[in-house]
């Protein structure tokens, strides 16, 4: 059978999206719809973070104030001002979910926590109120107990499963599983628990951001065998694992290493290419045909949020290859998107509402 020259998707949510505030917000945010998708579920890890709802509804305002072709899915992030009654208020308001960030894994982190047990009884109503609780499933890096970027996926599992185990009830997502480890884990465990996995960790391996910041994000792309198992479960259709981008936006001045003692700041962004980016990539390990379960249908099944009124028809079509070069200034700096340089085999064509 010849290789199909259209592929139409409906309705595609990106199930894990850093929007910024400020003008990298205004920057970023209408690149949801540019990249093809209808719904952002959006990350909370601003400064200061979204830790109440009352935030969290002011941040999705300014959201929609930007673009309004959008559904944004809101979250808080886990810290100490999230009481039961928190909890409670967040659902009343349709915030969808609590993220919660180990301390000083990642951007944003200096807040995170250090231990799940103190939040027991947050938990407790969290799984009365079906609000869903998205994991970074890193542990810190600890030179004593040897955990680095490599193992500090698989050395948070045991962390999951014990929450899992106490809450079975409570919907759980291992956000941007980047090991074989973590998705034998995730098919383990009962259907509450769920796992996004990005479009650039199913293209990357720890060659590919060694010595190039660009590409470095957390959790870091490991193993040749671990991206092989990610992409193993997106050809299995497998319908626990689902697109969440995790495009994550810096100034390209923090990106590119300025002296030996600042780091890179950790994030890929990937929102303005990819649709077209991840039927390219799924394209290339033969799972194009699962492209629209994995990039709407499991999601939408596991959210249970069906297409709304902004959902859209899009037509990609294959192209001989496109090659990846916008950048978007911000004051005296600029942003520069994931794949820079590099050709994409798909573009967006025709884009339609979805009559219902
Ligand atoms: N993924 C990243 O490397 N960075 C994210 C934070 C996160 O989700 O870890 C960011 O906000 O920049």
Known sequence: MSAPTEVTVESPA??????????????????????????????????????????????????????????????????PDLTPEEVRKAKEAGIAGVKSYPRGVTTNSDGGIESYEIYYPVFEEMQKCDLVLNLHGEVPSDAASN???????????????????????????????????????VKSLGDTVACTITAHHLAMTVDDWAGQSWNYCKPVAKYPSDRQALQEVVRQGHPKFFLGSDSAPHPASTKSVATPSQPCAAGVYTSPILLPFVAHTL??????????????????????????????????????????????????????????????????????????
């Not at 499963?161 to 291992?174: A, E, N």
């Not at 990039?295 to 990846?324: C, E, M, T």
């Open 14 to 79: 990106d199930f894990h999206v850093h929007l910024r505030q400020g003008e990298l917000s205004e920057v970023v945010t209408p690149q949801v719809r540019k990249g093809g998708f209808d719904l952002a579920y959006v990350m909370p890890n601003l400064r200061p973070p979204i830790t109440k709802t009352e935030q969290a509804i002011a941040y999705r305002e300014r959201l929609k104030a930007i673009d309004s072709s959008v559904d944004y899915l809101m979250t808080l992030y886990l810290s």
């Open 147 to 185: 955990t680095c970027v490599l193992n500090a996926e698989n050395a948070f599992l045991p962390h999951l499963k014990k929450l899992h185990d106490t809450f079975p009830k409570l919907r759980i997502v291992l956000e941007h599983a980047t090991t074989r480890a973590a998705v034998d884990m």
């Open 283 to 356: 394209e290339s390990f033969g799972a194009l045909d699962r492209l629209q379960g994995f990039v709407s249908d499991h999601g939408r099944a596991f959210y249970r949020r069906p297409a709304g009124a902004n959902a859209r028809r899009i037509v990609l079509r294959r192209v001989q290859g496109i090659r990846v070069e916008d950048t978007w200034p911000l004051g005296g700096d600029r942003v520069v998107p994931f794949w820079a340089g590099k050709e994409i085999g798909w573009e967006i064509g025709d884009v339609s509402l979805l009559k219902r």
